[in-house]
């Protein structure tokens, strides 16, 4: 019997199907239907969540969660789902271009890859002949093939190489280094009791395993306390939903301090062992009471004390989220550095339900190797961005650097100007505010590249827009994934490049040897790099690929405090503990223990923006995919009824959004999930490429109203600390 | 086709909806439209949001399977038809494509596909079912909030749920009996 | 709605069609003689119902792939769908034969091959006459009936709209066949008599108006049924609801018919009539376009 609704492919489906039911692919080979199933690894957000891709005649048809994964359990978010909407996406950049119109209108003429690559070495050349290597400057979204890219910049000579990082979680990267020594750190949701979120919303900023955690944790009974001045899924997935006035977290959580502290609701045993600097703490805190507390956030001081006293009853197994994007206030710094003091006085260090060190292959004594170079060339020059240096931004990783140094550079010359940019799968445009002011450093640089798989914001600016096949083409370095115990992940190629699209490892390593540096790329193909990484291992990529992903046999998801309360546990701080007091930071000239700054309040007539993310797009990379697009083609400006009704704005309306000159327009939600002195809209949109034909000219754009503001201290963008007007159009 | 389950009674399925586990997340959404090949436009499964008058949880909606289904009554070929294991089906070759059942599904689960030229909805993913696989959306569920129930299964888990009325239907008073049920939390 | 301008013509034709067997069969009781309101009322049914049949087989998504498959609508004796589908197949034939048994020959060329059909037909002009009577007013009830079965749109699901349906197309019927027995009549320069007709037609039109108000007082009593009436009362409907359905197509109709009857103004009543069937069509277009579900789920 045919049945409709089941699709034509009702013969075939349960073949391929069974297969998946019953991974590792190799044992589906042996099923008489035509479907391959191919592990691999997803890259429709940073999290690299393992996936089997079902292939059928050279066709993918499905993505599905590698059940084999204890921590997603054969779940994947919609975007993982809809990778395959990516790969067909009629949008995508299929072969490479060479800009002929004017900066930004999106006009290129479509050229072989040899011209590409000869167009960028010849300018390259000429302009390390007149400036020197350093005036190459390079960004990308960290990825699995981040290696090709950095090979290339440090090849090429110059330290300036960024990642986005700086507008996402740098704030809480470098708080968890200076704290803890490392940002190596995971929480263990599923068997956490009680969760304290400071405006980590799980359930939009989706990341798999940690989501399901916390429904895991919920569902047994474990309770979520959550901060945010929005009504989001978060809000409703959570046991407590608080709405603290923006900005105002860190009262909160320094109140919590105080309690614990006060009401002798902490670990005195783990904070003497593992921890330096309780006494400033303790009188860091002193005054900031549940009561001084609730004039800041407007949260009763009640609530406040009973949160405390839950978090300290329910230690060790109760965690204070230390988020991901922190590119929010001008406190967030001192915020981070307050929660990770919250997890101490909690104890909750390395054991299960609290949080744990990452196990690496490293402390298992060998590491994925790599293909053989020569040394690169010694770096003359310093940073344009003054990443890792004194007086500067000594606590920036110079791997990461700060994004938002590009235009800086480019147009004010100082320290030197950047001449050359090339943005891997990273659009400056999108991520980095005030969008006006990097278009002008656009139009300022002699070559700037794109290479991703859309013609982004940036990449119609760009000379040169190098098209990237999508993660499902291309077979990438295996990656580390590791957790409690060590794990790595093997991203393999399921189909072939559609169009004239090529994977990283072969764009560098071509663009290389135009360049006259090929002898850093002197590897055949990627294969061949997997084979060297897993050499150490004695595993081959054949094996690897059956299950995608492998830990070590004798390796055992490991809780270093789980039996042993004072089992050693090595931090890689100056003083070897948790810092809850930072001498580094005192030297440095920063606070070095904990202390409030309030957030200036919205002028009279103007709202604080925010803004955050939904489950079903990532960044502003997304948006544009087809069903990804249908399922949320836009965003809107969430009002509250009272000052809407004062400004005449019902839902629905056209409104414009003013600050400092600049505007943009899109459509009022009215709604009383939001606090009356706020607006809120989901970020993303206001994209201006021709070739983002969906999406372009759709929604508000924060970005082109947004002031660069950076964090002093951990050179994180300030993302919440602008003020706009809301006007009815 | 297997209809049997181990003690040989006949197969009796439900979906059982925990909206205490659904974060709202639409991966079930696209896992459906993908593994279906749903055209563009349409969805078999969408999240309806919670809403201030409404609903405090996502609601994940699709086909309710009814028991007593509008659909299958108007539809004038019998093309649509109630499965002895309760998955409501069309049969593509039997359906003119008169769209009588989309205008008298009171749930609003079915679409036009204008490229086959007959109505089109949630099966439950059938095929795979009778495979012993789960359907799209339960196998991608992030909040494991999904699960397909076998009412003719004394020992199922999910059945229970359904049996003490801790799972419930949408819309009772409407009379078709749904084989959706939802946990809905306090 | 998923149904579209093709199913508002289809109702509405169908309508006509058995609105204008109805009205030459009232015609046929005035006298012995065949009048030209009797003869066009028979003759507009069939081609009317026809097309009607026409646009809603061109609306099935297999209509024109694998017209075959229709042999299937006569399957489920449970589904309106079904009853329809026997209506109309009987009542298009029916309606062609009964317009053979009272028409006059056509030019030799065309009444040739149909000559031994109207000496059949005109044999059993008794039969086809109640046969046409009885299948008119099922195809007329059934068209409303067709919208008032399901569950899924409240304002749809009174038992108020198969009748007012079938009010409106003996209306709509009455004015086709009226209007065009008047050309006839002018053609044939025989006399005409409006003032009769247009009594009828007032006590046609008033009754309508009665129940398009008690339709939608009583659909208006559930959320989604309510959210209908607002549409077609006050929202985005509300100008072509009031203009076109309740003056052009009600209103105006009964003050032209008045005067007609009052000072038999014929220029009058012919625009009354264009009022009707203008706003018969606005009522089934406005029907389907009003027609807000029982519960708004996420759009499929």
């Not at chain 1, 001045?229 to 977290?249: E, H, I, K, N, V």
């Not at chain 2, 009796?12 to 974060?23: N, P």
Request: charged content about 20%.
């Amino acid at each position: 019997m045919q049945v409709a609704a089941a699709g034509t492919a009702v013969a075939a489906l349960p073949v391929g199907v069974r297969e998946l039911a019953h991974p590792p692919a190799a044992e589906a080979a042996q099923s008489p239907g035509t479907d391959k199933v191919v592990t691999s690894v997803c890259e429709m957000c940073t999290v690299r969540c393992p996936i089997l891709v079902r292939v059928r005649d050279g066709k993918v048809v499905r993505i599905q969660g590698n059940p084999r994964e204890k921590s997603t359990q054969g779940a994947i978010c919609a975007r993982g789902n809809a990778g395959i909407s990516l790969l067909e996406d009629p949008d995508r950049v299929r072969t490479p271009l060479i800009r002929v119109g004017k900066r930004g209108e999106g006009t290129f003429r479509k050229a072989t890859w040899e011209e590409a690559y000869r167009y960028i070495a010849d300018r390259l050349n000429v302009i390390r002949g007149s400036y020197g290597p350093e005036a190459l400057g390079v960004g990308r979204r960290p990825s699995a093939g981040d290696a090709f890219l950095l090979t290339f910049a440090k090849a090429f000579g110059t330290p300036n190489i960024f990642s986005h990082e700086s507008s996402c979680p740098l704030g809480r990267n470098v708080a968890m280094e200076v704290t803890l020594g490392t940002s190596g750190v995971a929480i263990d949701y599923s068997k956490v009791d009680y969760l304290v979120s400071f405006g980590r919303n799980h359930m939009e900023t989706l990341a798999v395993p940690q989501a399901q955690g916390i429904v895991v944790g919920l569902s047994r009974g474990a309770r979520l306390v959550y901060l945010d001045p929005r009504r989001s899924p978060t809000s409703t997935a959570a046991t407590t939903w608080l709405q603290p006035l923006p900005g105002t977290d860190l009262a909160f959580a320094l109140a919590m301090l105080q309690v614990m502290i006060a009401e002798n609701l902490y670990d005195q045993a783990f904070v003497k062992r593992y921890t330096m600097g309780f006494e400033q703490l303790a009188a860091a805190v002193l005054t900031y009471t549940p009561e001084w507390a609730a004039t800041e956030t407007g949260i009763p001081a009640g609530t406040i004390r009973q949160v405390a006293r839950d978090f300290g009853t329910a230690r060790p197994r109760s965690v204070a989220d230390f988020g991901w994007f922190t590119s929010t206030y001008l406190n967030d710094f001192q915020l981070r550095r307050a929660i990770l003091a919250l997890n101490a006085l909690a104890g909750n260090l390395e054991v299960p339900g609290g949080m744990f060190l990452l196990k690496g292959l490293k402390g298992y004594g060998t590491e994925l190797g790599d293909w053989k170079k020569p040394a690169f060339p010694a770096v003359k020059a310093g940073r344009v961005d003054g990443a890792g240096v004194a007086g500067r931004f000594p606590l920036v990783p110079v791997k990461d650097g700060l994004c938002q140094a590009l235009p800086e550079s480019v147009l004010t010359g100082k320290p030197y100007p950047l001449k050359a940019y090339i943005a891997h799968r990273f659009d400056p445009l999108a991520a980095i505010p005030d969008q006006p002011r990097t278009i002008e450093a656009f139009k300022k640089l002699d070559l700037l590249v794109s290479v991703d798989v859309y013609m982004s914001d940036t990449g119609a600016y760009a000379d040169v827009i190098l098209p990237e096949c999508t993660y499902l083409e291309r077979t990438d370095p295996v990656m580390e994934a590791s957790g409690l115990a060590p794990k790595i992940r093997y991203r393999q190629q399921a189909v072939p490049p559609q169009g004239n699209t090529r994977p990283s490892w072969q764009i560098y390593k071509e663009l290389a040897e135009a360049t006259g540096l090929g002898e850093y790329f002197a590897y055949r193909d990627i294969d061949e790099i997997v084979t060297a990484q897993l050499a150490p291992f004695g595993l081959t990529a054949a094996k690897l690929a059956e299950s995608g992903q492998w830990t070590p046999p004798t390796a055992k998801p490991t809780y270093l405090r789980k039996t042993d309360p004072t089992a050693p546990v090595k931090l890689k701080t100056a003083s070897g503990k948790i810092e809850l007091y930072s001498a580094e930071l005192a030297k440095m000239g920063f606070e070095p223990a904990l202390a409030y700054t309030a957030p200036p309040a919205p002028p009279e007539g103007t709202f604080r923006m925010i803004q955050g993310k939904c489950a079903v797009h990532t960044n502003s990379a997304t948006q544009n995919i087809p069903v990804l697009h249908e399922l949320r083609p836009s965003n809107e400006l969430w009002i509250h009824p009272v000052p809407a009704g004062r400004l005449g704005i019902k839902d629905g309306d056209s409104v414009i959004v003013r600050t400092a000159g600049r505007e943009q327009r899109g459509l009022a939600k009215v709604t009383r999930d939001i606090l009356e002195g706020t607006v809120f809209t989901y970020h993303g949109w206001g994209r201006t490429s021709p070739g983002l034909t969906r999406v372009k000219g759709k929604g508000i754009g924060f970005n082109a109203l947004m002031p660069v503001i950076t964090d002093p201290v951990s050179g994180s963008l300030v993302m919440r600390e602008t003020f706009v007007e809301v006007v009815k159009s | 086709m297997s209809t049997l389950t181990k003690s040989g009674a006949r197969h009796q399925y439900a979906l059982v909806v925990d909206t205490t586990r659904c974060i709202g997340c639409e991966a079930c959404s696209v896992a459906c439209r993908v593994e279906n090949e749903v055209p563009d436009g349409h969805w078999r499964s969408r999240i309806a949001p919670p809403t201030s008058g409404g609903s405090k949880a996502p609601l994940k909606w699709s086909c309710m399977h009814c028991a007593d289904a509008p659909c299958v009554q108007v539809c004038p070929t019998k093309a649509t038809y109630r499965r002895t294991d309760g998955i409501v089906v069309i049969v593509a070759d039997k359906c003119v494509g008169c769209k009588y059942c989309i205008v008298a599904c009171p749930y609003g689960a079915r679409y036009f596909d204008d490229k086959k030229g007959i109505p089109d909805k949630c099966d439950l993913c059938a095929g795979m079912l009778d495979a012993g696989l789960k359907p799209a959306c339960v196998q991608t569920c992030v909040g494991r909030a999904l699960a397909v129930a076998d009412l003719a299964d004394p020992h199922d888990k999910d059945a229970a749920r359904i049996r003490s009325g801790e799972a419930r239907p949408l819309h009772p008073e409407l009379g078709t009996k749904p084989s959706v049920y939802y946990v809905v939390g306090e | 709605m998923v149904w579209g301008w093709q199913i508002a013509w289809y109702l509405f034709l169908g309508g006509l069609g058995a609105g204008a067997t109805v009205t030459s069969l009232l015609a046929s009781r005035a006298g012995p003689r065949v009048g030209t309101i009797e003869r066009a009322g028979a003759t507009l049914a069939g081609p009317a119902v026809a097309l009607g049949t026409a646009l809603l087989v061109f609306d099935l998504g297999m209509g024109r792939r694998e017209p075959w498959r229709l042999v299937y609508l006569y399957l489920n004796w449970g589904s309106p769908m079904t009853w329809g589908t026997w209506i109309l197949t009987l009542f298009i034939p029916v309606a062609l034969l009964h317009a053979l048994s009272i028409t006059g020959p056509l030019p030799p060329r065309w009444e040739r091959p149909v000559a031994p059909v109207r000496r059949a037909a005109v044999r059993a002009r008794g039969t086809l006459k109640v046969m046409a009577g009885v299948l008119a007013v099922s195809t007329a009830i059934y068209t409303g009936v067709l919208l008032s079965a399901p569950p899924s749109f409240p304002l749809l699901g009174s038992w108020l709209l198969p009748v007012l349906f079938l009010l409106s197309a003996l209306s709509t019927g009455m004015s086709a066949a009226v209007v065009s027995g008047y050309v006839l009549a002018r053609h044939e320069k025989a006399e005409f008599d409006l003032c009769s007709w247009s009594r009828i037609h007032i006590g046609l039109v008033v009754m309508e108006l009665v129940v398009l108000f008690a339709w939608l007082t009583v659909g208006a009593a559930s959320q989604a049924g309510g959210d209908s009436v607002q549409l077609l009362v006050s929202g985005s409907l509300a100008p072509v609801f009031w203009v076109v359905v309740v003056f052009g197509g009600l209103i105006a109709p009964v003050i032209a018919h008045i005067a007609t009857a009052t000072n038999g103004n014929s220029q009058v009543a012919l625009a009354g009539e264009a009022g009707v069937l203008a706003g018969g069509l606005a009522l089934r277009y406005l029907v389907l376009l009003a027609a807000v579900p029982v519960i708004i789920g996420p759009a499929l």
